[in-house]
């Protein structure tokens, strides 16, 4: 059994912020816009964690699923969730089109800007979470602190980029585009007073967590997960966690949290866990 502290990366992005979340150092130069959790080397994770710190939309993109991703070359597609953990008055996301439109009508409003309200922009208070499939057209808002769970793929295409100078990928975003409106599913459900299902029937698992002293963390051992103290702290195999951090588990783990904290746990695969906390 293992239980390994990941290291951050910051970075800089010129639609970030200055002003983070608990247990990241402000940013004193450039806004930081990303901060993503890395594996060791050697080490296999399904799964990439990123904190999102947003003072203007992100571009719109898309992500490629498995089938279009292998025939690029990539191991497998892309599906993410979100996690609203702060949000200004009146913030978005833009998650699918308001309408079905066809690739051409698609194109050319990717072109002459129209996309941006072709969007289907949502608004989302704290606690929201959205889990969005490959091929759904997509941008994250302004006003927005984020935590993104997501297969880790490192492949975007964009679409449209509000005029900023940074390369579209119009053929390749095109073709693995859902060119209508996106359903809106709410998987969360409470299992028992340790355990909160946020997002499962996709490509991962996303809950939240209060394990108790003494409890075992219990994950197969082809199913690695990711542990993310978002508020308050605890311990795992004898190590002090705190928000701000990112933890890859393999196998069991002891684990237990301070009252009123706020934990979550990302593994790959579609089903639940049933044996989770022992």
């Known amino acids: 059994m293992s239980a390994t502290r990941l290291s951050t990366i910051r970075v800089e992005k010129p639609w970030g ?17 990303e901060i993503w959790f890395e594996t060791p080397a050697g080490m296999g994770n399904d799964l990439l964690v990123k904190y999102l710190f ?6 719109i993109q898309v992500h490629p699923d498995e089938p279009a991703a292998q025939a690029a070359g990539y191991p497998y597609g892309k599906d993410e969730a979100w996690v609203v953990l702060a949000a200004e008055p009146g913030a978005t996301i833009g998650i699918g089109l308001t309408h079905a439109v066809s690739v051409d009508e698609l194109r050319a409003a990717a072109l002459d800007g129209s996309i941006e309200t072709l969007l289907d922009w949502r608004p989302v208070t704290v606690g929201d979470v959205i889990y969005s499939p490959a091929g759904t057209v997509h941008a994250i808002g302004a006003g927005l602190t984020v935590i993104e769970v997501q297969q880790s793929l490192d492949l975007t295409y964009r679409l449209y980029d509000y005029g900023r100078r940074r390369e579209l990928h119009l053929d390749a975003g095109l073709a693995v585009s859902e060119r209508g409106p996106f359903i809106w599913q709410t998987t969360a459900r409470r299992l028992d007073a ?12 996303l809950e939240r967590l209060a394990p108790r002293a003494g409890q075992t963390l219990a994950l197969p051992s082809d199913r690695p997960g990711l542990l ?17 951090q990112c933890w890859l588990v393999e196998g069991r783990a002891n684990v237990d949290s301070v009252a009123g904290s706020d934990v979550l746990l990302a593994y790959p695969g579609a089903d639940l866990i049933p044996t989770l906390l022992v």
């Open 17 to 33: 912020r200055h002003s983070l979340w608990p247990g990241f150092a402000d940013a004193s130069g450039a806004p930081v816009g």
């Open 228 to 244: 993310i103290p978002v508020t308050g702290g605890g311990h795992i195999n004898g190590d002090a966690f705190a928000a701000g």
């Open 194 to 205: 340790t355990r909160s299902v946020l997002v499962e029937g996709g490509k991962f698992v």
């Open 54 to 59: 947003t003072s203007e939309r992100l571009s």
